[in-house]
């Protein structure tokens, strides 16, 4: 399948990087590396991630993959694209009652 980042995600890794590098440049390298290579495993898996349970109440169907134990990449598949579209990278220590896509 395809990989798309929408926008916003890709804004969401950029500060989640340059917010880890203020502290410790090489491992917000690390976990940056890591959002990108969960991106690349759903391009060949794309259901790999569960449903997002905080998203359920959606009318597109999110799903969420774990990349570090406090980040995520939310995503949906899209059958007739054949395409990945991540939608968010969301810090799981963060209420997911404030999760939107």
Request: charged share 25%; hydrophobic share 40%.
């Amino acid at each position: 399948m395809k990989l798309k980042w929408l926008p916003i995600a890709t804004v969401h890794a950029d500060n989640c990087y340059e917010f880890l590098a203020q502290k410790d440049k090489k491992a917000a390298l690390g976990i940056y590396r890591k959002m990108t290579e969960g991106a690349a495993f759903l391009a060949k898996n794309p259901y790999a991630g569960p449903l997002e349970s905080s998203l359920e109440d959606q009318v597109e169907v999110y799903r969420s993959l774990v990349v570090h134990k406090y980040y995520k990449l939310i995503y949906r598949v899209l059958e007739e694209t054949q395409t990945v579209e991540i939608a968010a990278v969301w810090d799981v220590r963060r209420n997911p009652k404030t999760l939107s896509v």
